[in-house]
C-alpha cells in the first residue's frame, strides 16, 4: 500500500519557515509565518488568556466530550462578536471546528454535499490553503481579479467583472476583513456593490474573517461581514480565534451557517455536527472554553480588547514607518499603500526573482508572492528592509 504513495507538492510557507531556520546569518529577518509577533520576535500568551486558563485550571471538573458542534456558549460567545445583532440568533447555526482551517475545510465540505456541481470563485490571490483544500476536495475553483500590483489596492472593476461570470448557486468566498495575502480591503461603498451582486445572480457568499480586531477595529472589522450577513439570503462564516486570541496552537475556530430563514436552522445545525462527526467527531474545547470566559467576564473581556488594540496600533505603526523609511530612500510615494493595508499581511507587488534576491543577498524571508508579515519587523528592522527593497529595485 505505501509504495503506491504519491510525493506531496511542499508547503510553501513551511518550506521558507524551515529555510529561514538554516539561514546561518545573524542579520536576517522572517516575513514569511503568518503569526504575530511583538517587537522580541515572540509570539505572546496574552494576559487574559493566562488568568483564564488559571481560572479554567482551578475550577474545571471534567475533561469530558462535550457536544458535536462544540460548547452551545462558545457559539453564543462568538457569534455575538462577530455577528453582534446584523441577525437574530435562530438565523444561525454554527459548530466548533480545529481552527480557522477547520471551519473553511467543513465549509466547503457542506458546499459538496449540498451543491455538488457549485463552483468557488476565490480571489487571485488569496490563502494558499484555500485553494489547496478545494483542490484536495475536487471541488472547481474560479479565481477573480482582485489586487492591483501597480496600484497596491483592490482592482474592484475585474473583480467584478469576473463574479458576473458566476452563476446562480456558485459560492463566492471572500475575506471579511484583513485581506491575506495581499491586506487589501474593500470599502463599505464595494462591499455593498458586490452584495447587489450576489442577490442580483443568486450566488452564495462565504467569508473567512481569520484577523478580526487586527485591522481597524474589533468593530469595524466586523461590519462587512455583518452587512453581508444581514443582507443576503444565506452565506457562510469561517472564524478563527488563533490570531485575535494568540491561542494558535490551541486550534480554536467556528463555523456559522446563516440563513434567514430561521425555520432552516435546524437542519443546518444537524448538517454541521454530522459533518464534524465524519471528519473528528468532537471539536477541541479547550481554547473554545477560554475565549467563551473572556467574552462573558467583564474584566477578562476589557484586559483582551486593551492588550488587542495595542497589537493593532502596532503593526499601523509599522506600516506607517515603512512607507514613510521607503518615501524618504526613493523620494517617492509609491509604497504609501502599505500604510493603507490592514491586518498582519501586505503583498509588495514585485516578482518572485526580486523576492528571492531580497533573500540571497539581504537574509530577509518573504513568501514568492511578495507577501510579507508586517508583525515580523520591529522598529530596528524597518529601516533594514526599506534599505533592501531599494537596493534590489522592488
Known amino acids: 500500500m505505501f509504495d503506491q504513495l504519491k ?30 509577533k511583538n517587537a522580541e520576535g515572540v509570539t505572546p500568551v496574552m494576559r487574559a ?4 486558563e488559571h481560572r479554567l485550571w482551578e475550577e474545571q471538573q471534567t475533561k469530558a466530550y462535550v457536544g458535536l458542534a462544540g460548547d452551545p456558549a462558545f457559539a453564543d460567545a462568538m457569534i455575538g462578536l462577530i455577528l453582534g445583532d446584523a441577525v437574530p440568533r435562530e438565523a444561525v447555526a454554527a459548530a466548533a471546528t480545529p481552527g480557522g482551517t477547520g471551519a473553511c475545510r467543513q465549509a466547503f465540505e457542506l458546499i459538496r454535499m449540498a451543491t455538488p456541481g457549485a463552483r468557488v470563485f476565490v480571489s487571485d490571490p488569496t490563502w494558499p490553503n484555500h485553494l489547496s483544500i478545494l483542490s484536495y476536495l475536487g471541488m472547481d475553483v474560479v479565481p477573480y481579479r482582485y489586487f492591483d500590483n501597480e496600484t497596491g489596492g483592490v482592482d474592484f472593476d475585474g473583480m467584478l467583472a469576473d463574479l458576473r461570470a458566476a452563476r446562480a ?3 463566492v468566498l471572500l475575506h471579511g476583513c484583513c485581506h491575506n495575502p495581499t491586506g487589501a480591503n474593500l470599502n463599505p461603498v464595494e ?6 451582486l450576489l442577490n442580483e445572480s443568486g450566488l452564495i457568499p462565504m467569508i473567512d474573517i481569520a484577523y478580526q480586531g487586527f485591522g481597524d477595529g474589533l468593530e469595524a472589522d466586523a461590519a462587512a461581514t455583518r452587512m453581508v450577513a444581514s443582507r443576503v439570503p444565506e452565506c457562510l462564516i469561517a472564524a478563527s480565534c488563533s490570531k485575535n486570541f494568540g491561542i494558535y496552537r490551541e ?10 430563514d430561521t425555520a432552516q436552522r435546524k437542519l443546518n445545525q ?9 471528519n473528528y467527531s468532537f471539536p477541541p474545547d479547550h481554547g473554545a472554553r477560554l475565549v467563551t470566559m473572556i467574552l462573558n467576564d467583564e474584566a477578562l473581556r476589557a484586559d483582551w480588547m486593551a492588550e488587542l488594540e495595542d497589537v493593532r496600533l502596532s503593526m499601523l505603526s509599522l506600516r506607517q514607518a515603512l512607507a514613510d523609511e521607503l518615501q524618504r530612500l526613493t523620494g517617492s510615494d509609491r509604497f504609501a499603500f502599505l500604510a493603507q493595508h490592514r491586518g498582519m499581511f501586505s503583498r509588495l507587488g514585485t516578482t518572485p526573482d526580486l523576492v528571492e534576491k531580497l533573500r540571497a543577498e539581504h537574509g530577509i524571508y518573504m513568501i514568492g508572492d511578495s507577501r510579507m508579515n508586517i508583525a515580523g519587523l ?9 534599505r533592501a527593497i531599494v537596493d534590489v529595485g522592488v
Open 251 to 260: 486550534r480554536t475556530g467556528l463555523l456559522m451557517a446563516v440563513s434567514q
Open 7 to 36: 510525493s506531496q507538492p511542499a508547503d510553501k510557507i513551511l518550506a521558507l519557515m524551515q529555510a529561514f531556520k538554516d539561514d546561518p546569518r545573524e542579520q536576517k529577518i522572517d516575513l514569511g509565518v503568518g503569526v504575530y
Open 191 to 196: 462591499w455593498q456593490a458586490v452584495i447587489d
Open 378 to 386: 520591529n522598529a530596528n528592522t524597518v529601516p533594514v528592509l526599506a
Open 169 to 171: 448557486g456558485d459560492v
Open 49 to 52: 488568556i493566562k488568568a483564564a
Open 270 to 278: 444537524d448538517t454541521l455536527a454530522f459533518l464534524n462527526r465524519q
